[in-house]
């Protein structure tokens, strides 16, 4: 388990969670932001401020199965629950890519890369909700997550390829 002290993170009460299938406890203020707490706590910079606001997806991670803005998550909601940022979708025995990585990397689902975490997880979440090539479920999938780079297509394609690929291994 790793633990934050109060002295690296500042005065507030110890919260444990589980963060890509690790173990954690840090003290930190209970309003400080789950995005903060993420990349300047804990490193993980995978997840992607835009807009701080909720609006454009950026900092999409998926807590206890849910799609959520952890820009909008106080870190005091979280104790006990399980999280996961892009940073876990790679499998980390032989730190390949998983198929719907593979499949935004072949299809070209990203540009400037800021949307690209964001809209990861919430493609994963719903390829895990048992979603399908299905062009509108996608659509409706990634609704919350605003790209200003690639019209969406190849991030469609990618999302389909991934599912379709699912579908073969199934």
Do not use: H, W
Not at 38 to 49: A, Y
């Amino acid at each position: 388990m790793t633990v934050v002290r109060e002295e690296a993170a500042g005065p507030g009460t110890s919260y444990r969670f589980t963060l890509n299938g690790e173990p954690r406890e840090l003290s930190v203020p209970g309003m400080r932001r789950l995005l903060d707490v993420l990349r300047e706590d804990l490193g993980f910079t995978g997840t992607k401020e835009g807009c701080g606001e909720g609006e454009c997806g950026a900092c999409t991670v998926i807590l206890d199965g849910m799609v959520v803005d952890s820009c909008l998550v106080p870190v005091c909601q979280v104790d006990g629950s399980e999280i996961r940022t892009v940073e876990g979708l790679t499998e980390a025995q032989n730190a390949a890519l998983n198929p719907l990585q593979q499949a935004f990397l072949e299809c070209g689902g990203a540009q400037c890369g800021i949307c690209t975490p964001g809209m990861l997880m919430s493609a994963q979440a719903y390829l895990e909700d048992g979603g399908s090539a299905d062009e509108d479920g996608i659509r409706e999938a990634i609704a919350g997550n605003l790209c200003r780079c690639t019209g969406y297509t190849k991030i469609i394609d990618a999302i389909e390829a991934a599912a379709l690929s699912r579908e073969v291994d199934a």
